[in-house]
Structures are given as structure tokens and as C-alpha cells.
């Protein structure tokens, strides 16, 4: 999308809980390259959730699935560092870094009727756009968008389709069609979710 040389201007935040990645994160992270200058990638624990791997497993299975991405896509980073339980935090630890970039905030449609309870919410909104990632099973209603902005929210929807796909699957129904071969590989050499 742009050289090395050329400044950064769009940048996509996008940090995941997904335990473990799947095929349908790749295919976001393919969209978000294409139409940021810079697409930063995280593992985060999500407190409305447990989680059976660790973060730190969880982040190198996101790099195994950046890695595997062909062709390669030379604009999506993990960035591991900015990670923090609350959004703000990191939202504020990617500012000190890219100072003058324009940050969005992407989020998949199963969060945007919780977005609205995060911890300093409107002080969030303040600094990021948020782009929602439609999802299959989780309808995006106006009312829910009227909350975000009602809040100080700059929402827009991806035009992206993607894959009905689930990290839950992968876990609690042991298809292992959900996820990649190299996050499968990985899977098996650390001998992570015993009972898939």
C-alpha cells in the first residue's frame, strides 16, 4: 500500500482474545493491510472472558498466523508491547509512538453492545475511529450505532465478509477446519487444548 520511506498515516489497531486465532482473523487481517498504512496486531485478555492458553501463546500464534499470510503482507505488525486489559491504555501507549497517525480501533460486531461499557469509554472515543468487522450470527443494528455515537463514537462498518468461523469451535467442537496449518502446527508442538 505504501513504501517504507513514506510516512504513516492510517493505522489499524486491532487486538484479539481469540483463543487460539483462526483462519477468519487472517482473512481480516488481509482486508485491514489493504486499506491501512500499518495494521497493529495484539493478544489481549478480555476481562468478559477466560481464556485457556496464556497471552504469551496467544500472541505468538498471532504471529504464526501474520507469517503465514500469502503474500506477505509487509504492513501488519504484532505489537505485543501495547497490549493491556483496558482499550484506553493501549489506544495511549500506541499514540506515544505514532504521535500524528490517524488510529482506528477495530472491532468485531459481537463487541459493539459492550463497547459501550468500557472503561472510559467517551475519553476512548476521543482518540480512535472505530471500525466494526461485520460477523456472522451477530447483527449490527442502528440502535447499537446510535449508542456508539450518542457517545462520541466515529463508527463505520468494513465492507468485508468474514468466514463464519470461531475460536469456540476450535475448542469446544474440535473443527479443525477453523484454523490454519502453521496455528495448528503450534497448537501441537506446544501441546496446547489437550482435549482437541
Known amino acids: ?3 517504507q520511506l513514506s510516512p504513516i498515516k492510517k493505522i489499524a489497531l486491532f487486538g484479539t482474545s481469540a ?3 483462526t483462519a477468519g482473523h487472517q482473512t481480516i487481517l488481509k482486508w485491514l493491510a489493504e486499506h491501512y498504512d500499518l495494521v497493529l496486531v495484539w493478544a489481549s ?3 468478559f472472558k477466560k481464556h485457556q492458553t496464556t497471552l504469551e ?6 504471529q504464526v498466523a501474520i507469517d503465514e499470510i500469502e503474500p506477505k503482507k509487509h504492513n501488519i505488525k504484532l505489537y505485543q508491547t501495547i497490549s493491556d486489559r ?3 491504555i493501549t489506544v495511549q501507549k500506541a499514540r506515544k509512538i505514532w504521535k500524528n497517525a490517524e488510529l482506528t480501533l477495530v472491532i468485531g460486531a459481537d463487541l459493539v453492545q459492550q463497547i459501550v461499557k468500557w472503561y472510559r469509554i467517551e475519553e476512548l ?3 480512535v475511529k472505530i471500525l466494526v468487522i461485520p460477523r456472522p450470527g451477530y447483527a449490527i443494528t442502528e440502535s447499537d450505532l446510535e449508542d456508539l ?3 462520541g463514537g466515529r463508527c463505520t462498518i468494513a465492507t468485508l465478509n468474514a468466514p463464519r468461523v470461531s475460536s469456540s469451535a476450535y475448542r469446544l467442537e474440535q473443527d479443525k477446519t477453523v484454523i490454519t496449518p502453521a496455528v495448528q502446527q503450534y497448537i501441537k508442538r506446544k501441546h496446547l487444548y489437550s482435549a482437541v
Open 45 to 47: 485478555d478480555n476481562p
Open 86 to 88: 483496558r482499550t484506553l
Open 125 to 127: 472515543l476521543e482518540q
Open 1 to 3: 500500500m505504501n513504501n
Open 19 to 21: 483463543d487460539p486465532p
Open 149 to 151: 455515537k450518542n457517545l
Open 57 to 62: 501463546h496467544r500472541g505468538e500464534m498471532l
